[in-house]
């Protein structure tokens, strides 16, 4: 039993109103997908035609579940354990158990190139990460060694709460 108060001791979001766009565009790929099946005259023969519908469906579906998954991040922070929701619907998922994390640094700026690209990243040199826009994060050191980076708002907070949970459980 802790003698930390129940709910969260902080939470967090980041945002990208640039990737609305791409949803944009995957839904343009699936309403294509929509009218080619519905006013095609089937004179190019079937196969072609399905080939074009299900590769305008699937693509747009892609690009719509890619980009609303990682339109924004929400991170809590608790007694137990760091949890990271991505999306609307709260997928991928990420949780964290505090005594798991053997360090926590503030990152003053981080970079979708830096881990070729946004959404949930894994780079051998520098682990994993989820990325939703340019700018500031937290970076975990897990036991094992492992890094796992997190771009959100007030990560310097978010950094300050960690450390100190880490003191208490260190006592």
Known sequence: MTDHPPGPLWTGRAS???????????????????????SSDWTSGIVPLV?????CLAAGLL???????FVHVAVTVD????????GHIGLPRRTIALREVAAAEFV???TPQQWGGWGYR???????????????????RLDDGKLFTFTVDDAEN????IRAHLRALAR
């Open 158 to 161: 978010a950094v300050r709460v």
């Open 108 to 110: 003053p700026r981080i």
């Open 63 to 69: 690009i719509l579940y890619g980009t609303l998954a």
């Open 51 to 55: 080939m074009s519908v299900v590769g």
């Open 79 to 86: 007694a137990e354990s760091l949890v990271l929701r991505c």
């Open 16 to 38: 990208n109103r640039v990737q609305w766009l791409f949803a944009v565009l995957g839904a343009l790929f699936v309403a294509l997908g929509i009218q080619l099946a519905v």
């Open 122 to 140: 894994w780079r051998p040199e520098k682990g994993t990460a989820v990325i939703v826009r340019r700018g500031e994060g937290v970076e975990l």
